[in-house]
């Protein structure tokens, strides 16, 4: 089996990046440590389990501005003491899930396997990757684009950051394929932009593709023959 990205499948995406179930609370708990009382892991990672799914869950039903960390002991049966060794704050909660799923991006998008691709299928890879890690953790991603107006200035600067630098990757990947002379574009910026759109509808506007009966792989590859097509590219 090939792994990603020679393989361009989200079965090959989750051998390579395994951002789910234990690996994934490992990170967060790695990432988050210094400002948790909990050292231990063992003890640490079914609990902060609870209280990010929980969070994603509470935030969706009633907003994360008008959740309260009383709530959060409640959905997570967890006691006010107890959540105060995992997070002092809502607003360390907040920065902890943004940050987990910036290094996340960062780790996947900065892979030296997919930089070293040619422009076609680096472009090919960003777009599938972010398909599929949309899929994988679509809480995480909804959470950083539906809430970051309700954050502080601080954390909406940190989510502003984290999409500026997605669209500089598609900017250096278009550049690339405009030097090689595979690619014809001038405005640069916008279609990278515009591009970073069509994904991000990916998770939020998910309740519409469902009605249309869309998969995921027919949407990646749909913004990436329509990013192709505005780059005048073919794949014939």
């Known amino acids: 089996m090939n792994q990603w990205p020679a ?5 090959a995406f989750r051998r390579t990046w395994v951002l789910e179930g234990e690996p994934l609370w490992r990170r967060v708990f790695e990432t988050h440590r210094e400002k948790m009382q909990i050292k231990n892991p063992q003890i640490a990672l079914g609990n902060l389990e609870k209280i990010f799914t929980c969070t994603f869950r509470l935030a969706n039903s009633k907003g994360f501005q008008a959740m309260s960390l009383r709530d959060l002991s409640r959905e997570t049966d967890i006691s006010m003491g107890g959540l105060y060794a995992y997070i002092g704050s809502k607003d360390d909660l907040a920065a902890a899930i943004e940050e987990v799923l910036r290094q996340a991006i960062d780790d996947v998008m900065s892979d030296q396997a997919v930089i070293s691709l040619d422009p076609v299928n680096r472009l090919k890879a960003i777009i599938y990757g972010d398909i599929y890690m949309n899929e994988i953790m679509h809480p995480w991603y909804y959470f950083c684009y539906l809430e970051a107006k ?15 630098k997605f669209d500089e990757r598609l900017r250096d990947t278009f550049q690339a394929g405009v030097d090689a002379g ?9 279609l990278a932009t515009n591009t970073t759109s069509m994904l991000q509808q990916w998770y939020l506007k998910r309740w519409k593709f469902q009605l249309m009966g869309t998969q995921t792989d027919e949407y990646a590859a749909f913004v990436f023959e329509t990013t192709l097509c ?6 014939d």
């Not at 595979?182 to 916008?190: P, R, V």
């Open 7 to 11: 393989e361009i499948s989200i079965d």
């Open 150 to 164: 309700g954050l502080s200035r601080e954390q909406r600067e940190a989510a502003m950051r984290m999409e500026l």
């Open 182 to 190: 595979i690619f014809t574009m001038d405005k640069i910026a916008l």
């Open 230 to 235: 505005n780059l005048k590219c073919s794949l």
